[in-house]
């Protein structure tokens, strides 16, 4: 039983386009992430959700929209695709917001713009 | 610069080694991160500190919160160890990861 499960694993899209890439955690945690991870490998993160609350947002462009319909789901959503948006996106989770708690990942979903 | 910096980038190494990887950070933080990126791309996390000395298994991950420095020890290294190892702080109180540039380490048989 996958603990934090993130759909579709591989997303080609043409640019302009309007996406959505799910994440669900069955883990019980209270807060939730989404990373970004460039073609150098090197992670970012975009947001950060404690029970269903915005707590971080980094300078990410307002394309970017994640929605948090309860505690186990963090949903982001992603509008007029740019070549510039292709990277892999991780989801993750933790059981506090501070920092202090391990975090669990959930595998990539590899967003391809052509 | 980055807040985070790994060292080294890259790593070869013959099995049973004894191998290091450092990270040192230029920010104040509340706790240190060591994860684990497997060449299929799945990231684990290994460890996470905020003061001295944990160990797991063949791991053991060290910190001195004084020098800013982070360090990874892999006691006899095997193949399967091969992965990118990434060094994350903490700052802030909303958990905000920053994140090292990795290091890979290949392992040879």
């Known amino acids: 039983d996958t603990a934090v499960s993130q759909t579709p694993k591989y997303l080609v899209t043409q640019m302009g386009n309007d996406k959505s890439i799910k994440c669900e955690q069955n883990l019980g945690h209270d807060t939730m992430y989404w990373y970004k991870q460039d073609s150098k490998k090197f992670l970012k993160i975009m947001f950060s959700?404690?029970?269903?609350?915005?707590?971080i947002n980094e300078t990410v462009p307002n394309r970017f929209s994640p929605k948090s319909p309860d505690k186990a789901h963090l949903n982001l959503h992603i509008n007029s695709l740019e070549l510039g948006d292709s990277a892999v996106y991780f989801c993750?989770?933790?059981?506090?917001?501070?920092?202090?708690?391990?975090?669990?990942f959930g595998s990539g979903t590899r967003l391809t713009v052509v | 610069k980055n807040e985070v910096e790994q060292s080294p980038q890259n790593l070869t190494a013959q099995e049973g080694e004894f191998i290091t990887i450092n990270c040192s950070y230029s920010?104040?933080?509340?706790?240190l991160h060591w994860l684990q990126q497997h060449p299929g791309g799945g990231i684990v996390s290994l460890f996470m500190?905020?003061?001295g000395k944990k160990k797991h298994g063949r791991l053991i991950a060290t910190i001195n919160i004084q020098e800013k420095h982070s360090s990874l020890h892999i006691t006899a290294s095997h193949p399967r160890d091969s992965a990118v190892y990434i060094c994350a702080v903490v700052r802030g109180s909303q958990g905000n990861l920053i994140f090292g540039k990795g290091t890979k380490l290949s392992v040879k048989p």
């Open positions: 920010v104040g933080i509340s706790a």
């Open positions: 500190l905020s003061s």
């Open positions: 959700y404690n029970n269903k609350e915005l707590i």
């Open positions: 993750a989770s933790s059981q506090g917001a501070g920092g202090g708690y391990g975090y669990t």
